[in-house]
């Protein structure tokens, strides 16, 4: 789905290993080799200037510093991105700009950190609650229960990292044209903001909208979940976790359809069940 | 604990309610009245200063306040803060200091942000990893088998928000005097991050040091979870979750106990097998 006729920013190609076996000791004493996830610094220059140091499990880590910038609100359009260059050997990736990130924005948005409830404190630059205010969520999008089955069915096949090493998040790009969910992107992470962030850089880099999309995510609905997806301009979200008040209430503000707490036969419909179909 | 001979904070007690109930639809098509646990933004001022928004369930701000400017190494002692004011109605937490903290030195960090992994996307400002290199921890502490199971025993006992609500993470701060495991503190937070921070908040409150402590967690024990462990001085750290690569690394560099996947009567131990008794 590339355009050919825009500019396509250049991108090195730094995939970690996404597991290292260490030995560990069980409860009967015995030494057990153990797959555990990897995690690394991530410093992003933009232009030479340092912005942040992210910490990731590496899996796509290109998408990951795309995504960082969109939805923080640093970049506003892939256009704006010129290179993105990560070396491991320094634990930094390198971006550069076509015409410069507007430096007065980003003051701005720096001055204001918000430390979100990812972890607890996730950072957001700029009160992205005020945009949430303007947004509204397209109504024609619709999920079947038989629908969400094959989507949670489809997810468990694909949690390899979990599986192996656990401590990662997953998130899941699902499309649903004629509404029968597919799975297009799956992406997992020591850090659950990073999965989105690194989903968010690929439906850019893809060309892919959110309008006739579902977001999956293993996390907990917080604030901050919320208002990413609604960012990303998708209508349907679908947890395993649970959700917090502000996750519903902003979820209602915008009309976004969340269904938390989903696991085999069992799920909550939280809000927005126009869009959903039993 | 409190010592009356230091100048002792002045402290607003403004608890929210943890919990809020809502109706969802389930699978039945039935409408199920389902508590969710609070999420509410906290911006910390400090001598009218903004420094930050916490998304926080709110269970004690106030130490959660002061564990913020703790781990953060924005406070050096609970003896530089003079008040610590909540007022929910403007979703703000007002800290005057007596001296001032170091404007020169809090100007230095934040110009290095790290967005960690808790979430993915935690803050620290400044750079913990350099003062990790110079910490060790206290070799006495032991911890017994029986001991780890009747700590696991006790913490499933404590998980209120969590077992009503869910989409909270919990930590505890356990004495191990005489290495016999007892919840001291137990806290629970939208964000994995505040509930250590609560804790180290209190632990200052109450004048508690964390040479004889053991922390537990539900959360992953990912690099800053191992590090704020560390800089609170505890030498063993418990999780019912996994470990991450640099989690790992750090904990066997500082020479820290950690054992994670503990449910029931399984566990792995990763590192500092010398402190645990089989």
Partial sequence: MTQPNRPFPLLSNARCPLTVTID?????GEVVSTEIAGEHP??????????????????APEALTIGFLRNQRLARSLDEIATV?????????AVTTRNGLSQREEAKRMEKRTITTGCGQGTMFGDLMAEIEELRLPAGARLSEPGLYA????????????KQAGAVHGCALIS???HEPKIQMFIEDVGRHNAVDTIAGLMWLEGVSGENAIFYTTGRLTSEMVIKTAQMGIPILVSRSGITQMGWEIGRRVGMTIIG???????????GEERFVR
């Fill in 24 to 28: 560990a000791i069980n409860e009967h």
């Fill in 42 to 59: 991530l410093t992003i220059y933009v232009d030479k200037r340092e912005i942040v140091t992210l910490m990731t499990l590496g899996v």
């Fill in 85 to 93: 260059q990560v070396d491991w050997e320094v634990d930094a990736v």
């Fill in 151 to 162: 989507l949670l069915a489809a997810v468990r096949q694909h949690e390899s990292v979990y």
């Fill in 176 to 178: 649903n044209t004629a």
């Fill in 261 to 271: 707490r989903a696991q085999g036969r069992h799920y909550l419909l939280f809000s």
